[in-house]
């Protein structure tokens, strides 16, 4: 018997940065919340058996009235206060049911474009790996930054290449924000390092894993409180550092859905 697929979206966080008033899985974009257009993106994928939602706590309802007309979401769950903790409590209530060898890919509910070629080719990387991300290529040039020191200090940093000050103050991967100021009063910052490009990839959802090997490295990562992981690709790798985890082609399209200008491309691409 092939092994079981279930596709967990992800969809407990609050939307801050999207500026919807509520959480923007629940945001209608041509006709359609955006959590049902990335139920139905999945539901195109013909290897899939389940679906398993995770939901932030206060709008569990509307979750599952949506859930009810899709028949392979099996179930819907509360989420966590971070991506991490949702994730963790998924994998949980899967490792409460379903054998270690079973195929979960992981994926934001914020990603509705994702495509049946991009989930086949994560789930084919299980056949030679118990891990697997989805990335694309860097086009650009990715830089490290810092917060400027007060006064704008525009002193020589590091040069190109060089991993920087480690002073603390660096603005970790995930949380420079450009909507947290207003245009024209941007934070200082400065450059101090910029990673040769052609190792520089951009990490997408779906992430596959079997599901003992993600269940072990959420276990371990729930006790490091040092650890915010913003992927379960990173928690497998700083769990589990034996553990290989692949690298796939993901899909430029595959964009995810994070602030306001993000909604108004999806009322295009997801128009009727
Ligand atoms: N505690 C959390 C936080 C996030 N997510 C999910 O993980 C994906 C990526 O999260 P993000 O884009 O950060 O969404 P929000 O947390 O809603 O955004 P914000 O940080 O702006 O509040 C989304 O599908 C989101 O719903 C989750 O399941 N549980
Ligand atoms: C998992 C992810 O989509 C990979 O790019 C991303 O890290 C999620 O970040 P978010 O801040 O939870 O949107």
Redesign the pocket.
Known sequence: MSDRRVVV??????????GAGG???LVTVGGHTLLEHTIAAVERWAALDEILV?M?AAHLDAARCIAARHSRVTAVIP?????A???RLAVEHLAARLPGRTRVLLH????PYVTPAVLARADAALDRADAAVTAVPSVDTVIEVEAAPAGGGSGAGPSAGEAGAGDGRRIAAGTVDTDAAPAGQEPGRRLVGVPPRERMWLVQTPQAFRLDTIVAAHRIIARDVAFTPTDDGSVVRRALPDVPVAVVLGDPANT???RPEDLRVARRRLAG
């Open positions: 979206l992800l969809a407990g966080g609050v939307g801050r940065r999207a959480p923007k899985q995770v932030e989420g966590g206060a971070e991506r903790d949702s994730s934001d509910a914020a990603r995810k859905v994070t």
